[in-house]
């Protein structure tokens, strides 16, 4: 499956140096399903030499020009949609639809750097007296390292390959060992569209070996990283010694507040569809719900029928709902998360174990818990899993401080007819991006972030290509 790939530096496919490989293990059978490059130090110094080289062209290179490659990126991976649905669905899991969106979605990255490339605006500003001038202009930071996690694999390195491209960046890619042929299909399209070599890089191996060589560099001037926040200090102390600019994607736990006078069935329908996407396995997934206690029985009642009414099954099968999770990690969470809360005292509405019938791959049921204590580890871990809790308020200000009491702060949810309350929660809830009555928040155009240890930075919008420009300030007297 991965035949066509490998490591690939300076515009070429190739092997680690030693031809050492790494199996990538199929989540739906756990057999291995092929394997990739372990790159050495050696190859990783190759990928720098590469991006250096290309860093001074690149960076010269017209904004049109980078725009262009962008745009023709888009089109290949249009034509190669579907085979490239195939391949992440194989390495993730991720039911054939959900695959096919999230190449769609890359498609709409690519499209929207392609637009943000020339729309690079810098500033002319008065200067103290007639004679001077000052202005702001926005350069490329350089040398990008990007290092991403497996949950969606062509969209978290879109977001930073397309971003770094469109800025004038040459960029280093690590994709999630778990899942790297999506990221594969994204370059190989920017290979077809005439990117030239050394711009994008791509490396796979060792994680440790290649974030510390990487991120030592002082050539790499930026680092990218979506993940876990355990990883995202530790990259972010690396980065410290040679003080790089550093983007960071990290966890959440997202609250989802229902008020009193909201649709109960249409707020746990919405829910459901949104929980139980990937598996759960989502960074903004809704993953503490408190709910009114005038609504809380029709809300669980409703939100526990629409989990048992979802198909599990491996991802590449047409009709599938919900896949296995990535890793035998995320299966022995799942299952610690559920009896915890239930020993607390929890009640089990829906699933709650391995499916029936499901003896390999790394299946979970879509699960549903109600009158989650406060205290039972859900309601205060990151679950990234297809568990829902559900929890009674009476009051809203102590849901909203139940709500931010937490180090995360990604996403969070509100659902309510008022207009006032909307405007109340969703600047109260301590976030990056709040949805009211809307769950769906990732989108090119808007941008994705969060604050407190979800992470700093942003992707997408117009705040995201800033990301990888430095403003340089210019004084002129004449
Ligand atoms: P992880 O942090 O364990 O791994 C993420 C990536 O980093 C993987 O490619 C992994 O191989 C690599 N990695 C692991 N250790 C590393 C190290 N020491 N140096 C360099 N790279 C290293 O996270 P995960 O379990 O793969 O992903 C799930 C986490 O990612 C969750 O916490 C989730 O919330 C988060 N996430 C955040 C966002 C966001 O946009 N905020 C999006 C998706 C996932």
Redesign the pocket.
Known sequence: MYQEFGLYIDGKWREASDGTMMDIIDPATEEVLGSVPAAKKTDLQDALKAAKKAEPTWRATSALKRSQILRKAAEHLSDRLEASARIMSYESGKPLEQSRGEFSAAIGYFEWYAEEARRIYGQIIEGPSPRTRMSVHYQPVGIVAA??????PAV?PI?KIAAAIAAGCPIIL?????CPGSAMVLVQCLHEAGCPPGVINLVTGP??L???TL?EAPDVRKIS????????K??LE?AASTVKKVS?????HAPVIVCEDADPIIAAETAAAVKFRNAG?????PSRFYVHESLQESFSKSFAKSAKALKIGNGLVDGIEIGPL??M??LSHAQALVDDATSKGADLLAGGSRPAGFNAGYYFEPTVLNNVSENAMIMNE?P?VPVAPISAFGNLEKAIERANDTHFG?AAYVFTKSLSTANMVSEALEAGMVGVNDMLLATPEAP???VKE??MGR?GGSLGIYDYLEPKYIKTTF
Do not use: H, Y
């Not at 690590?174 to 778990?178: F, L, W």
């Not at 990283?225 to 995202?232: A, E, I, L, N, Q």
């Not at 960071?248 to 959440?252: A, F, K, N, V």
């Open positions: 290092f991403t996690a497996w949950n969606f978290l977001r690590k994709p999630a060992s778990e994680s440790q290649i974030s510390k991120i990283f979506t993940g876990s926040t355990d990883v995202g530790r990259l690396m960071l994607e990290l966890g959440g396995q989502v960074c903004i997934s990535a890793n990690r995320g990151e990234f990604l994705f972030g969060g979800s992470g992707e």
